[in-house]
């Protein structure tokens, strides 16, 4: 999926951490593009603020666009699985962040949203660097993104270390699978076996 912008406005460099070095917003603070495909889909997708890192992908074979966090400045819901609350995300050594405390899952803010084509979903899912180095999570993977969502994109990320974790803005956090789905009707009747296939989990044996 190639990305194609709108117009042409012009970028302004950053320094932040967790960013391209090449990268950077763009002096607009609403800005439109198109990630287009060769067999034609093409995704609406609006920047909320003038220095958000779109998806992209690491490699031109890359299946998944990476997502980064847009932490400045914002407030992040936060969850222990039985309570939320709500905090604002902090300035550290000139980095916005939030704080992670182990088991603790955050709504991860990404600074943009997205109209899909109809019959296509986004799917958001952990990124193996993230997850086996640090312990960081999305415990609903494959998180579901709707083609009629047109609300800022949030990830669900958890702590699954045993210490405290620090994201910060502009971070890697998920990656991003773009999938054609089927939306077929229900008929009621019966339903018989077609194969030779019997019993339910575990049937097929343990090797």
Wanted: no cysteine.
């Amino acid at each position: 999926m190639r990305l194609q912008r709108a117009g042409a406005p012009q970028y302004t460099p950053t320094s932040k951490k967790g960013y391209p070095p090449h990268g950077g917003g763009l002096t607009s603070p609403l800005r439109v593009a198109r990630l287009e495909r060769m067999d034609n889909p093409r995704i609406l997708i609006e920047s909320l603020f003038d220095d958000v890192v779109l998806p992209s992908r690491a490699t031109a074979g890359s299946a998944g666009h990476d997502l980064r966090a847009y932490l400045r400045e914002r407030t992040v819901s936060f969850s222990d699985g039985v309570r939320q609350i709500a905090r604002q995300t902090t300035e550290e050594n000139g980095e916005w962040g939030i704080t992670l405390l182990p088991g603790e899952m955050a709504l991860v803010p990404l600074g943009f949203r997205t109209r899909l084509p109809g019959g296509m979903e986004a799917q958001v899912r952990p990124r193996s660097g993230q997850a086996f180095r640090h312990a960081l999570t999305i415990p609903n993977a494959p998180g579901t993104v709707d083609a009629d969502y047109a609300e800022e994109w949030l990830v669900i990320v958890r702590n699954d270390a045993p210490a405290a974790r620090r994201i910060v803005h502009g971070e890697r956090i998920a990656q991003v699978v773009f999938a054609r789905f089927e939306g077929p009707e229900f008929n009621e009747g019966s339903v018989t076996r077609s194969t030779e296939r019997t019993g339910g989990f575990g049937s097929t044996g343990k090797h």
